[in-house]
């Protein structure tokens, strides 16, 4: 990517948590191969909120799945946090799995069987943790977003958008580098989808580095950054409104 001239302002942090360079993901299927990502380029710096969008089918579930190590690339290089993936084995890449991301999906992917604190206690069950320790995490992850009032409910006694919070504290237990949401708010109504971006707003400001897969312009309005895919490709990289610290470290024009 260009490095334009040192600017006068810097931004707030230099930090690239994610360095993706020339990433291709072939799925095989028999005879067929599909190119879900074709020759992938993206940086993401510390504390950036960052949309990623385009139509179905366009590679944005896979690039979230490479990026959340949940998944590796045919080929190509992929950084995290400083660390090339591409030389982990499985067991390191699972760790770094559960030390550096949090995931949230459309469907929540909650336990039917298990209350709120069970739920978020959940990725703590390979950490030494005491568990009185985990069950503290997990009140106090709830607490941050606002369903202190919940822990003891089960998924089907809560409503989609508290069940979204639920699988949100979940994904902020550890303490993630980067919170990838893959559509978040695809199956809530618009008044809790709001609920969310406005919890998303707030751990922006608080620092978290976000990624969101979305459809919709208004939820993508949120972000600092749009991405859009097309065919396995990024087609743009924009900022959502004047940004220096955007020009500095990505170049490029403004929306
Ligand atoms: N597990 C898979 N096996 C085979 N093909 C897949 C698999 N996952 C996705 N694909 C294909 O890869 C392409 C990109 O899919 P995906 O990343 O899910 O797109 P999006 O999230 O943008 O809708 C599509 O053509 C899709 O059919
Ligand atoms: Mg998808």
Redesign the pocket.
Known sequence: MVQQEQSTIQPKSNKVIIRLHDIIRI?R?GSES?H?LDGVDLDVYENEYVAIM????????????LIGCLDRATSGYYELDGKDTTKMGNGALAHARNEKIGFVFQSFELLPRANAIRNVELPLVYSRQAVWARGQMARKALERVGLGERMHHRPNQLSGGEKQRVAVARALINNPSILLA?EPTGNLDSKTSKEILALFDRLHQEGQTIIM?THESDVACHANRIVR?LD?KIVSDLPTEQDPAYEFRHGGQRL
């Open positions: 799925y299927m599909i879900a385009g139509q179905s089918g366009s590679g944005k579930s896979t690039l979230m799945n893959d897969v895919m396995g």
